[in-house]
């Protein structure tokens, strides 16, 4: 089995990475692992393993990648929001047309591949209903969000013709990721964990009762892997596309979270900023949802906040 994995550097990319070579899950039996990104700061010695390092809209490496057939792709390359907003021809070449390649180059492949897309809540807007469920619109207001959208609707349809077997998972916001520049405007969501666990200030840009969906990355990964292996017979035709299960907490219980973990007085080290009311509601704004259709085909969430905080910063 060859497996090929697209932002293999990047922070879920990475952490999928890990725990394939881990080969604790279903997919343990593979005979190749493609890794496809702009840079790798390690190298495993696995031989295995290849690396293609460069732009993922150079279509040569692309091709290069997949000059064995891929039996398994992880989609996972990507400009994230807040850069994706900034530069638009850069994100439309990369998360539109060197996509739209990727997936002509495996429907040429003839052998119809599991393809996992990493796709996101943010497809369902900013103005959200009181409660969101697998029939709920999409009213993408982000570029970002639109073109996940797009490749949304080519994965459903390459999966319909047969040329493809795709699963697209909408992830919510993964934690935590490292404290450096990212692109993301929900940056923090992940910089609440690192400051707080090493008892540092930490200045939220959102109020105290901003509510949002969380995951850590372990379960995020155990998730993406588990769409892989899911067997054939059990997707539906025209539902390729899954929002996942997921933690619904504030900003406060979050902070309350942290400090319980870490015995922290959060009056004197944490502040709420209620003043970016946009950014509230992008990020601060999520109702309750429901998630039948994943959770019928076994997709996890955390559990718990406690286990959330656990997962995301590897506590025993």
């Excluded at 190298?43 to 398994?72: C, H, K, M, W």
């Excluded at 999409?138 to 996940?148: E, I, M, R, S, V």
């Amino acid at each position: 089995m060859h497996i090929l994995v697209t932002g293999a550097n990047g922070f879920v990319g990475s952490n999928l990475v890990k725990a394939l070579l881990d080969q604790q899950h279903e997919l343990c039996n593979f005979s190749r692992l493609s890794l496809l990104d702009l840079q790798f700061q390690e190298r495993s010695t696995d031989p295995r393993v290849a690396y293609y390092q460069g732009d993922f809209s150079n279509t040569a490496l692309i091709e290069q990648a997949l000059q064995q057939p891929a039996d398994v792709v992880f989609h996972l390359a990507s400009i994230p929001g807040g850069m994706a907003e900034q530069n638009y021809e850069l994100s439309r070449r990369v998360n539109v047309d060197a996509m739209l390649f990727l997936f002509e180059q495996l429907k040429q492949q003839g052998n119809c591949p599991r393809v996992v897309f990493a796709s996101t809540i943010a497809v369902y807007g900013s103005d959200l209903p009181e409660q969101v469920d697998d029939d709920t619109p999409l009213k993408p207001h982000l570029t970002y969000a639109g073109q996940k959208q797009f490749g949304e609707i080519v994965l459903d349809d390459f999966s319909r013709k047969g040329w493809i077997d795709g699963v697209a998972v909408r992830l919510p916001g993964i934690v935590a990721r490292p404290q450096q520049p990212s692109g993301l405007l929900s940056a923090f969501m992940s910089d609440v964990f690192w400051t707080l666990s090493q008892q540092r200030a930490f200045a939220c840009p959102v109020s105290e009762h901003a509510v949002a969906w969380w995951m850590s990355v372990k379960c995020c990964v155990d998730n993406l892997i588990h769409a892989a292996a899911l067997p054939k017979e059990l997707l539906q035709q025209d539902r390729r596309v899954f929002t996942l299960p997921v933690l619904r907490l504030s900003m406060q219980q979050m902070v309350d979270g942290l400090a319980q973990e870490f015995t922290l007085n959060t009056e004197k080290l944490v502040s709420f900023d209620s003043n970016n009311p946009q950014l509230e509601k992008n990020f601060g704004a999520y109702p309750e949802i429901h998630t039948r259709r994943a959770d019928a085909l076994g997709f996890k969430h955390d559990g718990s906040i406690q286990h959330l905080i656990k997962n995301t910063l590897n506590l025993d």
